[in-house]
């Protein structure tokens, strides 16, 4: 399965669908970020490929509702490789923290999904994935009839019958943080998918948050670690 191909397109489209729906703003890719700005993303943030390529499938996902309320933020990285980018500057912090005097040295630089070779990228995606689909049903908007329109979206996407069946299997399974959290073989995925989940909930939303603390402890994340993941991921949607 080609799951970062998809992956890819569902997160690069979302910029330009919120931007439609928060006053019908040009759907033109967005220009590099300034010198300066302080957005750990930098010119990664943007949507390539513009918002046609998956708009209907991350509104879907989202729910109309919460794509309202998100209609402010920036929801999507740029792309898988840009999360690793916020993903490896939390952990790169984190780690930096741990290292003070008395506390165990880490050396080993954060093998993110943009820092690992191209056969571990698929793991890395196939694992985010889950964490996308997962955060989008913590609210309980998907419903039967959302699911078949999910998949329809998702079609045209893709033409791999594997991956829409393994997309399909995942949007009907019960929501279980636990189960989404053993795809993350290594502490690097683990925070990607935080990372991915944080993108796709509403924070103000009691269920929400209470999935996606559940997710932190499922996960194994330590609180250092969460925390910085949060910092990172507020600075990248302001």
């Known amino acids: 399965m080609n799951t970062r ?106 093998r993110t999904v943009d820092r690992v070779p191209p056969l571990e990228v698929e793991q890395h995606s196939q694992a985010i994935l889950r964490a996308v689909i997962g955060a989008a049903k913590a609210d309980g908007h998907i419903d039967d009839r959302e699911r078949e329109l999910i998949d329809g979206e998702v079609a045209k996407l893709t033409n791999d019958p594997q991956l829409k069946q393994w997309f399909d299997q995942e949007l009907r399974k019960p929501l279980d943080p636990s189960d989404i959290a053993q795809s993350a073989r290594t502490p690097e995925i683990a925070a990607e998918m935080y990372l991915a989940s944080i993108i796709m909930v509403d924070e103000e939303s009691y269920m929400e948050r209470a999935y996606l603390d559940e997710l932190a402890r499922q996960l194994k994340l330590e609180p250092g670690l969460k925390s910085e993941l949060e910092t990172q991921a507020l600075a990248a949607l302001r």
């Open 5 to 110: 191909s998809l992956l890819d397109q569902l997160l690069n489209a979302g910029k330009d669908l919120l931007q439609n729906q928060n006053g019908g703003q040009s759907s033109q890719p967005s220009q590099p970020a300034a010198a300066g700005n302080n957005s750990p993303l930098g010119g990664l943030l943007g949507s390539i490929g513009g918002g046609a390529l998956g708009g209907g499938a991350v509104s879907l996902l989202l729910g109309s509702k919460k794509a309202r309320k998100m209609s402010g933020k920036v929801i999507t990285y740029g792309g898988l490789a840009a999360l690793g980018v916020v993903a490896y500057k939390a952990y790169s912090n984190w780690q930096t923290k741990q290292n003070q005097p008395g506390a165990p040295v880490l050396e080993t630089p954060p």
